[in-house]
């Protein structure tokens, strides 16, 4: 039986044709046949069935009812370890859920467990660590990207129908586009990261990974609204995530991105080509759109990130730097080279590039750009990462989309992003969607 998309299960269970326990017994047979990949660190299966039976024994009380998912193990769960793949936090159970959690619960969703993270988001996949890297589902060979990994590889595997993940520089974006998923960097401000284990309170975001842009949008009907908690989603609208959906995208002014076009090899160029070619077919106008320079974009995302993160961690890098892996500690020290003077010109360049992305959005609606320059590279390639188009829409907090364009060579998953202006998530969901169904091959599974 192939694995459940969320909304495919929200339908069979309305129908009577499925229950949660079911669901929950299959992602869990399903995470006991790969234990290569190493996709969760924490299960919590007799918690997630005793949810299930609950559920199967209730009236519908939410968008979610019943479908179990998984949290990057960064986001605090009550009375469940969260770890933020450190030592620094192995024995950590903390006393409440971030707040994303608790609306997702209150939705009706089941926790199935907490999926594997770089540590603390940010130190890569070094041997040193006390959990072992996610592997990709497709080719355990190639990098799955993060630092939300294990969200996305037990997503692509059929673990779990949906996972939620963290994004900085395109920690969402980047995992999502090499497993194959869907996955959104909404707005920031959408969704609150209260109880979440902090990287750059400036550029975190929160959001969905899952199989198809249909239930990323089922996710965001959860997880959107303010937050005392959180006080950037103060003014969070209320958006029509799944209404827009099946929309289109006919009379939209879509611009291709220049200066990201530059490092992509010849069949990520093919798969930007199709998707453009299938938002064309569906009624769209394409144009030329040019970014400020990336440089600038980069340089305010380093130091942002590394100076943000030194802040946070600082006093324990102090007193317990063995806690800390290699690659996590030495990216975090550099943040204490950062002179104050320097995060606030980084702060202001940042203002001037919102300002920019804003002006860019009155002459077009939504971009349509490369997310990476391959398909998934050999694991470990430390190389990958200088080719990716997803920091600058960090940097203005712009809802950014990875959404699958079909397959190169080597069976692997193309991508590519489709970004809006602010609170435009429901049209680059939208959009997505247009491609996905055009590109996408969404039975086709890992």
Request: net charge negative.
């Amino acid at each position: 039986m192939s694995p459940w998309t969320l909304s495919a299960a929200a339908e069979a269970m309305q129908a009577g044709r499925l229950t949660a326990r079911a669901l929950v017994e299959d992602c869990l047979e399903r995470i006991e046949a790969r234990p290569e990949l190493a996709a969760f660190v924490t299960i919590t299966a007799e918690t997630a069935r005793q949810a299930a039976d609950a559920a199967d024994s209730a009236p519908k009380h939410g968008p979610l009812h019943g479908l179990p998912l998984g949290l990057k193990d960064i986001i605090e769960t009550e009375g469940v370890r969260t770890a933020g793949g450190s030592r620094l936090f192995i024995d950590r159970v903390p006393a409440r859920s971030a707040a994303l959690w608790e609306r997702l619960e209150a939705a009706g969703a089941i926790l199935l467990g907490k999926t594997t993270t770089w540590e603390f988001a940010i130190g890569g996949t070094r041997q040193d660590l006390p959990f072992p890297p996610a592997l990709n589902p497709w080719d355990v060979t190639c990098e799955t990207g993060g630092s939300s990994s294990g969200s996305a590889a037990a997503v692509a595997a059929g673990m779990v129908p949906g996972a939620i993940g963290t994004d900085t520089a395109g920690s969402i974006r980047v995992p999502a586009a090499w497993c194959g998923c869907a996955g959104l960097k909404p707005t920031q401000g959408l969704v609150s990261r209260a109880g979440i284990y902090p990287l750059s309170h400036t550029l975190d975001h929160a959001g969905p990974i899952a199989w198809t842009v249909r239930d990323c949008a089922l996710l965001m009907s959860a997880l959107a609204g303010p937050d005392p908690r959180d006080p950037t989603t103060r003014h969070a609208p209320a958006l029509d995530w799944l209404g827009r959906l099946d929309g289109g995208v006919s009379g939209l002014r879509f611009g291709i991105a220049e200066g990201l076009l530059d490092d992509i090899d010849a069949e990520m160029a093919d798969g930007l080509a199709a998707a453009g070619r299938a938002l064309s077919d569906a009624g769209a106008e394409l144009v030329s759109a040019a970014l400020p320079p990336l440089r600038d974009f980069d340089a305010a995302c380093n130091i942002i990130t590394r100076s943000e993160t030194f802040s946070y961690y600082r006093d324990a890098l102090a007193t317990r730097p063995e806690a800390f892996g290699e690659e996590t500690r030495a990216r975090m020290m550099a943040g204490g080279l950062v002179a104050a003077a320097e995060y606030i010109d980084a702060l202001r360049i940042r203002t001037e590039l919102i300002e920019a992305m804003e002006r860019l959005f009155t002459g077009v609606d939504l971009l349509l750009t490369p997310l990476a320059g391959s398909t998934a590279p050999e694991a470990g390639s430390a190389t990958s990462y200088a080719r990716l188009a997803t920091r600058p829409f960090s940097v203005t907090g712009s809802p950014a989309l990875s959404v699958c364009s079909g397959w190169g060579s080597d069976g692997l998953p193309l991508s590519v992003q489709i970004v809006g202006p602010a609170y435009g998530d429901p049209i680059v969901l939208a959009a997505g969607a247009v491609i996905e169904q055009a590109l996408g091959e969404r039975d086709r599974r890992a």
